[in-house]
């Protein structure tokens, strides 16, 4: 799962790069990785992943709220908490 696939605005990127080059962020993406190879569904798909952070630029933001997606069905999961 290449980050390059993963859509994220910019200002969010510039905010969390460092983040994605940390040994436990490294770790959670070979696991998805080996995961999606073994054919197990991770929901959301990869192009939703980040999609709170490419809904709004960081400058916008005011709180972030931290929750978890709580949808686990095909086609449900779009990479917002609440």
């Known amino acids: 799962m290449p980050l390059q696939t ?10 969390l790069n ?4 940390k040994p436990y962020f490294k770790d959670l ?3 998805l990785v080996s ?9 959301p798909n990869n192009s939703l992943i980040f999609s ?3 809904s709004t630029p960081f400058e916008k933001v005011k ?4 929750g978890q997606d ?4 095909e086609g449900q999961a ?5």
């Open 18 to 21: 460092q983040e994605f080059e």
């Open 78 to 82: 779009h990479g917002l908490c609440f």
């Open 70 to 73: 709580p949808y686990h069905g």
């Open 35 to 43: 995961e999606k190879l073994a054919n197990h569904k991770i929901f």
């Open 29 to 31: 993406k070979t696991f």
């Open 52 to 54: 709170a952070f490419d």
């Open 63 to 66: 709180i972030v709220i931290l």
């Open 6 to 15: 993963i859509k994220i605005d910019a200002s969010w990127y510039d905010k």
